[in-house]
């Protein structure tokens, strides 16, 4: 894998992290100070982690300028390790078959947001 690849696939990640750490601040605000519960946004959230990764991918594909597929795939992919890693090592807690089939929603969300990326870049000349 070229250094370009790895480097759109990070920028990638750091975006995701990023819009994840955000709307999680912005919901926890929420949270905080309205009658709502945790259980309540549970489709949110999922969506608004969708919606990072998708964004995510786009950024990669878009820095990497070919094989968005790959460079959005390989970006769902850190952010599922990074989370994993996180997981286990902080909390010593595995995968469940539910967090399976989120990352793998995850994985395809960034892979078609790659794709996108790719063909928004390449119309600039």
């Known amino acids: 894998m070229s250094r370009r690849m790895m480097?759109?696939?990070g920028f990638?990640?750091?975006?995701?992290?990023?819009?994840?750490?955000?709307?999680?601040?912005?919901?926890?605000?929420i949270l905080r100070f309205s009658n709502l519960t945790?259980?309540?946004?549970?489709w949110v959230i999922l969506g608004l982690s969708v919606i990072a990764l998708f964004i995510?991918?786009?950024?990669?594909?878009?820095?990497?300028?070919?094989?968005?597929?790959?460079?959005g795939a390989g970006t769902g992919l850190l952010f599922t390790l990074v989370v994993?890693?996180?997981?286990y090592l902080g909390y010593q807690v595995k995968?469940?078959?539910?967090?399976?089939?989120?990352?793998?929603?995850?994985?395809l969300a960034s892979?078609?947001?790659?794709?996108?990326?790719?063909?928004?870049?390449s119309h600039k000349h």
């Open 84 to 87: 994993f890693l996180v997981q």
């Open 7 to 9: 480097s759109a696939m």
């Open 56 to 71: 995510g991918g786009i950024v990669s594909g878009r820095k990497g300028k070919e094989k968005g597929w790959l460079l």
């Open 111 to 121: 892979a078609l947001g790659g794709m996108m990326g790719v063909n928004f870049s």
């Open 95 to 107: 995968f469940d078959p539910q967090q399976y089939i989120y990352h793998l929603g995850y994985l």
């Open 38 to 42: 945790e259980q309540s946004l549970t």
């Open 12 to 29: 990638g990640l750091v975006v995701v992290v990023a819009i994840i750490m955000t709307s999680s601040f912005l919901l926890s605000l």
